[in-house]
T-cell receptor
């Protein structure tokens, strides 16, 4: 079974731009979560989607948004990028009734 | 809210020696606890989980973890460490604001270095 895939793997943007990251969960998994990983703040929860609905949201500004499609693929968008948005963005999926999340390799975003 | 703490930023051990990575938790209700490992420039890999049952949980790559309710701890262990175990280890707890929601809260991480 293929794992969680994320595209692109690396991204360089400048301040003020916007960016869209994509995540394809493990086949059959309907829950998709996003996390931000930085050296200073560690791993922080962004949001979780299930059946195209956001079920949970972390403490991030409204510039961070996401959505999920009917095939469970998810995208997250960051608008008006700031230097502090530079991070590794991780996507994870969970199967129905399961407890563990499986993570993708991440997208490394650098904001200049 | 549920939370976990990893009291050690770094753990250094010699190859062949036992490895322990510490984690303590603070939860209301029954804890759902996890260990993940991250290698450089990679995502997180699931190692093991404790939901209920035996206090000693066995996982991938020879790792195990001991759940201790009285000490609110969930330490990761490996009897004989390998150089290839050098990585960043995260303890996590599942937040359960609503039963079907899914959100993990992570510790700060512990860097493990195994020297040859």
């Amino acid at each position: 079974k293929a794992g969680v895939t994320q595209t692109p793997r690396y991204l360089i943007k400048t301040r003020g731009q916007q960016v869209t990251l994509s995540c394809s969960p493990i086949s059959g998994h309907r829950s998709v979560s996003w996390y931000q990983q930085t050296p200073g703040q560690g791993l922080q929860f962004l949001f979780e989607y299930f059946s195209e609905t956001q079920r949970n949201k972390g403490n991030f500004p409204g510039r961070f948004s996401g959505r999920q499609f009917s095939n469970s693929r998810s995208e997250m968008n960051v608008s008006t990028l700031e230097l502090g948005d530079s991070a590794l963005y991780l996507c994870a999926s969970t199967g129905q009734g399961a407890n563990e999340q499986f993570f993708g390799p991440g997208t490394r975003l650098t904001v200049l | 809210a549920q939370s976990v703490a990893q009291p050690e930023d770094q753990v250094n051990v010699a190859e062949g020696n036992p490895l322990t990575v510490k984690c303590t938790y603070s939860v209301s209700g029954n804890p759902y606890l996890f260990w993940y490992v991250q290698y450089p420039n990679r995502g997180l890999q699931f190692l093991l989980k404790y939901i209920t049952g035996d206090n000693l949980v066995k996982g991938s790559y020879g790792f195990e973890a001991e759940f201790n309710k009285s000490q609110t701890s969930f330490h990761l262990k490996k009897p004989s460490a390998l150089v290839s175990d050098s990585a960043l280890y995260f303890c996590a707890v599942r937040d359960l604001p609503r039963p079907n929601d899914y959100k993990l809260s992570f510790g700060a991480g512990t860097t493990v270095t195994v020297r040859a």
